[in-house]
């Protein structure tokens, strides 16, 4: 509500909220233009999914989760945010406790706020000296001494935004079996992040471990795999006893989500799986073409000082800021732009170290990022304002601009 309208009433080159600033591939085009054109799909879909994108999922996830998944198993959403808001909203009540692994996915606050639960953020395990998203582990004490009769559900991000921390089989059969003693506690799993892993890792979708796919709903977004984060197209798949509740407060919430948009993406799984640009097929060249761009940020953030994190998947870097000075930003403009609307300033995050640099940054040298307190529930919370997170789904020209900009920063 700050940063991104900040950036535009700056000029600032954006590497703060996640979404990719070019066209999405020629496939995914076509396939969108294609699916808006005459008749056939200008009606409203079924209410829990356009049959061809749900067949499609069906088939692609009986793959990820190991299962034979059925259309009963599937319901397609506005975005992936709509797949967590429905999670939350069917199954969590006024009170009950749910664990939230931090930093976290903001959205995950709010929706829980909602209902009124109380929130559990356990925060992740980090070595002395961070070097990768690898020395991010989960606190298995912390979950154990914090799970009870109340623990209604546990929302697990992997790979996961902000740290590109990715979550092992081993950790997730841990989870498992952590869980057993609690068979009312759902896992919401947010994987929208699934295609977008480094170095010849393997995602592993968590409802494909043991018997967690009976508690588990799993969500997703084309958003992100296709480049298309407006279209806001996400689903969530699930058993079927879960997936009925979702399902009803779709039917009364929005019906259904646009046809056009779900034919599109429906055509672009199919043809997703085709060779592309020379590899076996899109999600390889997908994984390819991000590598690069993390090399190039990276490596760039490294000359400049800021002590970046090197995330094992998803498109974000963290920077340590532990060490960095700078002087505090001068506000008049950012209480002005506040005062007519044209953005939201957070009166209780003047003070926060982590939103001063970002402020600065923007203000003094063009470019956004944003503060790590943004994803705790505690904003006050110390270790968290030690960190800024850098995005790198952006042209390597707006981010090689961006690194010029931060030249002499910090020198
Ligand atoms: N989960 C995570 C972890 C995300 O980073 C995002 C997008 N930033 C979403 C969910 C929301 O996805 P969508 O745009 O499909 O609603």
Known sequence: LEFTPLAKLTGSINLGQGFPNWAPPEFVQKAASE?????????????????????????QYSQTLKRDLTPENVLVTVGATQGLYLSIQAFVEEGDEVIVIEPAFDIYYGALEMVKAKIIPIPLKS???????????LDWEAIKSKLNKKTKAIIINTPQNPCGKCISKAEIQQLATLLEPYPDCIVISDEVYEHLIFEHQEHTALASVGSLYDRCLSVYSAGKT??????????????????????YLQQWMVFSVGTPLQEAVARALKSARQAFEKFDDYYAWFRDFYS????LLFQGLKELGFNPILPQSGFFILSDIKGIEFEA???????????????????????????????????????????????????????????????????????????????????
């Open 292 to 295: 690069h761009k993390r090399s």
């Open 226 to 247: 296709f480049s298309v984060t407006g279209w806001k197209i996400g689903w969530v798949v699930g058993p079927k006893i879960l997936m009925q509740k979702l399902q």
């Open 35 to 59: 699916s808006a054109l005459g008749k056939d799909y200008s009606t409203y879909a079924r209410s829990a999914g356009h049959m061809n994108l749900v067949n499609e999922i069906c088939y």
């Open 127 to 137: 070595a002395a000296h961070i070097q990768s998203s690898k020395d991010l582990q």
């Open 329 to 411: 930003p001068v506000m008049d403009k950012i209480i002005q732009w506040d005062k007519t609307g044209e953005l939201s300033l957070d009166y209780n995050t003047l003070e926060l170290k982590d939103y001063q640099l970002a402020r600065y940054l923007c203000l003094e040298y063009g470019v956004v990022t944003i503060p790590m307190s943004s994803f705790h529930l505690n904003k006050n919370n110390k270790q968290a304002q030690q960190w800024i997170r850098f995005a790198f789904c952006k042209e390597d020209q707006s981010i090689e601009e961006a690194l010029n900009k931060l030249k002499g920063f910090n020198k």
